[in-house]
């Protein structure tokens, strides 16, 4: 049954958190004559290099060749991005595929259309102190973590792991010091900090838990059908723009990023740019079958049980309520 109360609950927050200007679909002229249509992309946190694929089709004019004008709007500090989408305050969000599904669950108009990341960069990390060697480790250890997260959801109730919780603050200062402390974090940003501290971090993946959110791009289904060309031809040259950034130059998405957000800087942002190598997090892994900007099917119904077990969607949901009608170029396997 859709929790209307959730969906009002979540509507409300967004229009106090945050006033957007509704977005103007209409046409713009460019000075070389073709109509662009415009669209705004809002990120899920400051500009940074896990939003690398989309600046490197800015700059390089993927975007523009494709018919579009795309602004790239930083999320950060804004505690939900799902109901500023659904509301058409801004047309496409990057997120996670199980917030989405939840939010979907909740009677949010929401539609899934490619992921950038095969696997959520969220993990834990712990110092080698702490003897950690798999998730399971953890029980009865004090966790920094975000308790709405699926993942803790999912590592107290279905792997029955016993964690002492303190919430999330994103700030690495106490793990720095304190060699029992564990804390929620991405790959491919804490660990680097720390190590050009010369602090050495540990690192578990969460989807090594067993539940495995892509993250990736999503809109509302008015957006969709109003503009599904404009969703598919921002979804194709999205996908093309993280081709390139993690097969080819990165430096004009990396210059665009130091540009919004001036504390990214280049020698970190190599290196977060290694980690996603590392765990193949836009590409995933080709012996499980994962493909760039690819769904799996077997994958999303395993998302799906587990978001019903852990009683956070509607039971009768499956995955096929957030896919869209219209043709896109992700492939669902």
Not at 53 to 58: E, H, S, V
Not at 234 to 240: H, R
Not at 276 to 284: I, R
């Given at each position: 049954m859709i929790n209307m109360n959730s969906l009002l609950k979540l509507v409300g927050l967004a229009a106090a958190a945050v006033v957007l200007s509704a977005c103007n679909q209409e046409a713009?002229?460019?000075?070389?004559?073709?109509?662009?249509?415009k669209v705004v992309l809002m990120s899920d946190w400051y500009p940074q290099p896990e939003h690398g694929?989309?600046?490197?089709?800015?700059a390089k004019g993927f975007y523009k060749d494709a018919g579009l004008d795309v602004e790239i709007r930083s999320g950060g500090?804004?505690?939900?991005?799902?109901?500023?989408?659904?509301?058409?305050?801004?047309?496409?969000?990057?997120?996670?595929?199980?917030?989405?599904?939840?939010?979907?669950?909740?009677?949010?108009?929401?539609?899934?259309?490619?992921?950038?990341?095969?696997?959520?960069?969220?993990?834990?990390?712990?110092?080698?102190?702490?003897?950690v060697k798999t998730l399971a480790d953890l029980d009865n250890k004090v966790v920094m973590m975000q308790a709405s997260l699926s993942h803790a959801e999912y590592m107290t109730k279905i792997m029955k792991l016993n964690l002492n919780f303190i919430p999330l603050d994103?700030?690495?200062?106490?793990?720095?010091?304190?060699?029992?402390?564990a804390q929620q974090c991405f790959l491919t940003s804490e660990p680097?900090?720390?190590?050009?501290?010369?602090?050495?971090?540990?690192?578990?993946?969460?989807?090594?838990?067993?539940?495995?959110?892509?993250?990736?791009?999503?809109?509302?289904?008015?957006?969709?059908?109003?503009?599904p060309e404009a969703a598919k031809a921002?979804?194709?040259?999205?996908?093309?723009g993280w081709v390139d950034f993690m097969e080819g130059d990165p430096t004009p998405a990396l210059e665009a990023i130091t540009a919004a957000n001036p504390q990214q800087q280049a020698e970190l942002m190599t290196q977060a740019m290694a980690?996603?190598?590392?765990?193949?997090?836009?590409?995933?892994?080709?012996?499980?079958?994962?493909?760039t900007g690819t769904y799996q099917k077997v994958r999303l119904n395993d998302q799906i049980k587990a978001l019903k077990a852990l009683e956070l969607i509607d039971p009768e949901l499956?995955?096929?309520?957030?896919?869209?009608?219209?043709e896109l170029p992700s492939q669902y396997q």
């Open positions: 713009t002229e460019t000075s070389s004559g073709p109509e662009l249509t694929g989309f600046y490197q089709a800015l500090g804004i505690r939900d991005i799902r109901p500023l989408v659904a509301l058409r305050k801004v047309d496409i969000a990057i997120g996670t595929s199980d917030t989405t599904l939840i939010g979907v669950s909740r009677g949010l108009p929401l539609v899934f259309l490619a992921p950038y990341f095969q696997h959520d960069p969220q993990c834990v990390m712990f110092h080698p102190e702490l003897g994103y700030s690495i200062s106490r793990f720095a010091t304190d060699k029992s402390f680097v900090h720390l190590a050009a501290q010369g602090i050495e971090a540990e690192v578990i993946p969460l989807s090594e838990s067993g539940f495995d959110p892509y993250r990736h791009l999503y809109t509302s289904k008015a957006f969709l059908d109003e503009y921002f979804t194709e040259a999205s996908i093309k980690a996603m190598k590392k765990y193949h997090l836009v590409d995933g892994f080709s012996e499980r079958g994962e493909v499956d995955y096929q309520s957030a896919l869209p009608e219209a």
